[in-house]
């Protein structure tokens, strides 16, 4: 005779679970990789498995030796933000200061708030933005996408500036910005990525095809993404229109940055942004303003960062003030 | 809004309705309904036939209950039933199968509705109809609208929407103008002029069926739904047909529906025009490890086990049997029980798909929120009801949760949800009645 189990429904439950959810956004980050080693060689996988390894292991330490509990390493929440932390650097950055990032990232955002699921914070965020404050200077020296195959191997690299930090130098000095169209790259180079910039960032087609891969597997839903995106691209156009010389065209705030990397992979993540489609939609809208804020007037060239952040405090509010429509609410008699 | 996709897993879609077998012995509880308890009516040794009234629903929101079959009276004592919970019943020695007289026992359809309005519902009670769907509320009730509201839409439930059950489907293949006219029966005593017949898209022979019969027929319309779970969920349904959401704490009266299931019809076709009492249910019987899942026709009181060893036993994978479909279905502790009204499936789980993994932290991935038909926040709910918070659970509106388990079902953190949810549902109910009765 068999045991019989008895429980309260439902009886059954998906295939789905936090693992799967977790590496398909390892997977969905993948084509920036490829491209990242394209453009910056031997010193993209350098930063990449630093980061990686450095999260995993902070996980995993401290839950370990510090919570003296399971260890859920395998849930591939730490890889995600061991990339996220790498494509958000500059290739050349020390390794030492990518392993305080990760620190910061996996022990102060993550860990102290009690793991996976609890976190405020997107914890590569907070690991990006502590190393921006602390190391200013090595973390805004951006190396140029290698030319040549030999460079490939070289651990070296010319640096220059990204188109955003050109511009805002331009826009500090009270320069036209119309004219500097010839300094910066052409909308294909940006498209694929042939630019000066963070890892990840440069090449935006391979960013919108991870973006696929998470709304296919609906990891992610459209509702951040186009609000986000969809703000900086209408205010950069107001801005543009009113003055053209003062404001540069929004085709370079939506492909230059580190846009589409923020509002793809970090401002979805699911942890730290709202839950109901009117809250998505009220965050990406939140992350946009700030974004255009912080790069028109702020004294940063690059701002999606601190937008995320700034949101990601407010989403507890967002939570409350944006309910999901009840059913029955709309009464018809 | 809201909604998920569980495996269909309806590999009992095409098997042919069969006669299950009289068993030796029934056993029939004496309520079978949602409401005031039946009076038993008979003494250990009457003899009964098929159809007589046993047990009588005397309060108004009660119901009769007939022999299912031939024999006599053994005893008359407390039973487990499929929780295991003690309950009066009647256990009859099945002697022949003698009808009473006044059934119809013909297959010839009667499509002619004599009966008027009031007659109708009266047979219904009679008869001992409740619904089917699960609920077991009394069906005469539910006809009889009260004042100040007014029935502007009959509907069949022929949704079907929880996974393995397939029996309305082949009751709507197999007895489609039957069921029409038990829709119409049901229309008429309502006083309207139109049944709408809801069917998800995956039966299409069973639509194709019902469409084509359905022309014989003015007012019998037969709406293709999406197949979505909880599509067949009373206020979801009502929302697909007539695009009026019934508001939280009101019935479906309310914004004018009237909402039956498809063998609730076919029982209102039998009783009305064919004078038969409900003393059988429609059922199916099927699982991953059942080599021949069934669509049985059986009568009340047959053991479950009589059941599932005509079918060669449990399979040895066996974790749990339900009795329902696996979405909102009850685990039955007990299968030394019998089968009562509205018991429309019996399925067995194998180890894979019942188990029940780790819960995890929840990651805040808004599956549950998405999932939820009635736009609730589940995971909020749950941790509300979990720190027994609840003025807050009534502030979220947990009162509203239909019990679904779509929530539960798609948290990629395996939380037990709806196990907290229903807690918190069944103590914030408690705390609404007492401050009720406070003010009173
Ligand atoms: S069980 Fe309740 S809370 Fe969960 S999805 Fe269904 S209605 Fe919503
Ligand atoms: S589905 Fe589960 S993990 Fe996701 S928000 Fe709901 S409770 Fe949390």
Redesign the pocket.
Known sequence: MNTLHISGSPHVHTNDSVKKIMWTVVIALMPALLCSIYYFGINAVRVTLISVAACVFFEWFIQKFIYKGKTTIGDGSAVITGLLLAFNVPSNLHWAIIIVGALVAIGVSKMAFGGLGKNIFNPAIVGRVFLLISFPQQMTTWPKPITKMSEFMSLDATTGATPLAVIKSAMNKGEDVSALTSQLPDYMQLLLGDRGGSLGEVAAAAIILGGIILLARKVITWHIPVSFIGTVFVFATILHLANPQLYIAPSYHLLSGGLLLGAIFMATDMVTSP?SAWGKIIFGFGCGLLTICIRVWGSYPEGVSFAILLMNAVTPLINKGFKPKRFGEKVVV | MGGIHPEENKFAHPIKLEDFLIPQQVVMFATQHLGAPSTVIVAKGDKVKVGQLIAKGEAFISANLHASCSGTVAKIDMVSDIAGLKKQAITITVEGDEWEESIDRTPDIVSDIKMEKNEIIACIKEKGIVGLGGACFPTHVKLMIPDGKKAQYCIINAAECEPYISIDNRIMIERGEELIIGACILRKALALNDVYIGVEHNKQEAIANLQQIATKYSGVHVVTLKTKYPQGAEKQLIKSITGREVPAGKLPIDVGCVVDNVSTALAVYEAVQKNKPLISNYMTYSGKSVANPKNYRVRLGTPLKDIIEANGGLAEDTEKVISGGPMMGKSISNINSYTIKGFSSLLQLNAKEAKRLEPQN????????EACPMGLE??LL?LLSKQNRLEDCEKEQIMSCIECGS?QF????A?P?LDYIRLGKNRTGGMIRARMQQNK
């Open positions: 839950m | 929840c990651i805040r991935c808004a599956r549950c929120v589940p995971y749950s929530c798609t948290c990629p953190s939380r949800l």
